[in-house]
């Protein structure tokens, strides 16, 4: 049996993509969730007595909530989408997840990642007197693709 090693917060490191399609890490993250929201189906056949549930799709999401931090590249692109109220195609991001525990062998500073074409919903800024303000909302939808990041070149390649 392999040994057991518990996987923190800090071992999976999220980037993404802004207009100009550079990548950078989001650093004042505070709070990040994955839900994959799956979208199911249920039947029941006149012989049966309970309900078949069917997974027919995903509806991913991410809330998030990011300290206030200017100059950090991530918050001043999500907080610059909620400021002007961007819509449509202009709130898309390419959010990487990237799995630090699981490096490449033989591929120095890369790791087991995944990527999603995301629309970042920035819903509100909050902070109470005294206190750093902080922004929130969601990162939603896409279909995951997998492969491999490098962290520093920055560039995920697609596993075929």
Avoid: C
């Avoid at 074409?117 to 997998?146: C, H, M, W």
């Amino acid at each position: 049996m392999s040994e057991l090693r518990d996987i923190m917060v800090y071992d999976e490191a999220h980037y993404f993509s802004n207009a100009e399609n550079e990548i950078n890490l989001g650093g004042v993250i505070t709070e990040l969730t994955e839900s994959s929201n799956p979208i199911e189906t249920e039947k029941q056949y006149i012989h049966e007595k309970s309900m078949r549930t069917t997974v027919t799709g995903f509806n991913n999401e991410f809330p998030i909530t990011m300290d206030m931090v200017q100059g950090d590249e991530v918050f001043d692109d999500f907080y610059n989408l909620w400021y002007t109220r961007a819509t449509g195609s202009d709130l898309k991001r390419d959010h990487i997840i990237v799995n630090l525990w699981e490096p490449i062998s033989g591929s120095e500073n890369t790791y087991k990642a995944r990527k999603v074409n995301q629309t970042v919903s920035i819903t509100e800024a909050t902070g109470d007197p005294g206190a750093q303000k902080q922004i929130s909302g969601s990162l939603r939808g896409g279909d995951f693709v997998y492969g491999t990041f490098n962290t520093s070149k920055k560039t995920f390649t697609e596993t075929v």
